[in-house]
């Protein structure tokens, strides 16, 4: 180890520096506690042995300057002292003191006491080492996690739909969370978005809501299957499917999603959804220039086996747009711990109606940023748009992530 003698008694001085060089020990020496103070503010030492009288600065002041820099590897810190004092022994270690010596000090006794030291050092030596493993381990997890997200739970909105303009982001937080979207064009009539949030974070989350989007494909082949050509199962059957095959495996890792399954209808103008305990879905109408939020009664995808989903319906015209978000924009929150909220959300949307899905999504996203003066968010900020165009032209699709 390197040990920082600090005594200002050369005899002391020396006779200490030579039984810790006889050792094995690196060490330097100090006449007084000042320069002791120098040399320790200029090197890299494991244990400190300080007198406790000594000039200029004592070996209580030094220890307590050593103990208030905060070194990244812990400092073992032995006063060497002719007081015995309880009182005295208390002031030395509420300084910061490891261990006394006393004066005049037995050689084997220091040994001892230095071996204890050593021990203390290396301990927390592993404990930094294995705190490091874990921190990349957390680091390649995080990797795959967020690998996972991008490949998994990120779909593509289709690039041939007419009739509406989609854009779909997901900005990621520190964390992997379990958001997710996907989309399915079934003809020219009918597209179905899907948008939902797993309960939890990091890998364990993602991998469940990559679950869940299997288990919609799935559903949808097993229900289209049976049905005459050109019919749809409803959304609500769609959904109602996916809760049984789900559920039980749910309450077995105790998690639950929740969720919004829509379908657009061209040739019907008409918007239908079912929504489980996700955030509210903004629906912004361009006749009016007012705004209006979706939800339905349903519970989360996970917590009743027995549980009937229902949809609701409402109808939209050329210039209205739908936004679908996670609760990592609205949960966003300032300085004062106060929520950016829906209400924000949808003056926001109003006063931007003009533009596309896309732009739209930035300014949410600058808005957030604003509001939290940060631009490392606590959760994953998910934000799926859809603008209703002029019905004969095709739909423009831009997905970044």
């Known amino acids: ?7 200002d008694e050369a005899l002391a001085r020396r006779l200490l520096q030579s039984y810790l060089e006889k050792w094995g ?7 007084n506690g000042a320069e002791a103070w120098t040399l320790f503010a200029a090197g890299n030492f494991s244990v400190v042995i300080s007198d406790w009288i000594m000039p200029e600065m004592d070996g209580v002041e030094l220890i307590r300057r050593i103990r208030a820099c905060q070194r990244p590897a812990y400092v073992y810190a032995i006063l060497v002292t002719s007081k015995s004092q309880k009182e005295d022994l208390v002031e030395g270690m509420e300084a910061g003191a490891d261990d006394f010596v006393t004066k005049p000090f037995d050689r084997d006794e220091l040994r001892v006491r230095l071996r204890a030291g050593q ?8 404990l930094r080492a294995s705190l490091a493993e874990l921190a990349q381990a957390r680091q390649r997890e995080g990797e795959v996690g967020a690998k996972i997200q991008q490949t998994l739970l990120l779909g593509q909105p289709p690039h041939d739909w007419p009739g509406a303009q989609v854009a779909a982001r997901t900005i990621p937080s520190q964390q992997i969370d379990g958001d997710f979207y996907d989309f399915y064009q079934h003809d020219d ?6 948008v939902g949030d797993v309960m939890g974070k990091g890998v364990p989350a993602a991998l469940v809501g990559a679950a869940i989007k299997s288990y919609f494909l799935r559903a949808l082949s097993s229900l289209i299957a049976p049905l005459d ?12 499917l996916v809760h049984a095959d789900v559920t039980s495996q749910f309450i077995g890792l105790e998690s639950f999603a929740t969720l919004c399954y829509a379908r657009f209808n061209r040739e019907q103008g008409r918007v239908t959804l079912v929504d489980c305990g996700h955030t509210k879905t903004v629906h912004f ?17 996970g917590f009743n086996e027995g549980e009937i989903y229902k949809q609701v319906s409402t109808p939209f015209e050329v210039g209205d747009i739908f936004f679908f978000y996670s609760d990592g924009v609205t949960e966003a929150q300032n300085d004062a711990g ?4 829906v209400d924000c959300l949808v003056e926001l949307i109003q006063m931007n109606n003009g533009l596309t899905p896309e732009e739209l999504i930035d300014k949410v996203r600058a808005a957030v940023v604003a509001f939290s003066h940060t631009e490392t968010f606590a959760d994953d900020v998910t934000c799926v748009v859809v603008k209703i165009t ?12």
């Open 1 to 7: 180890m390197k040990v920082l003698i600090a005594e």
């Open 25 to 31: 020990h690196e060490v330097v020496a100090a006449q």
């Open 119 to 126: 021990r203390v050092i290396e301990l927390e030596t592993a």
């Open 189 to 194: 009539r009918c597209l179905d978005i899907v």
């Open 229 to 240: 050509r050109g019919k749809l199962p409803e959304p609500e059957e769609i959904v109602t």
């Open 285 to 301: 109408h361009a006749r009016t220039g007012t705004s209006e939020t979706l939800h339905g009664g349903n519970i989360p995808l």
């Open 338 to 341: 106060e929520f950016f909220g």
């Open 390 to 401: 002029d019905m004969g032209k095709a739909l423009s699709v831009t997905h970044t992530n």
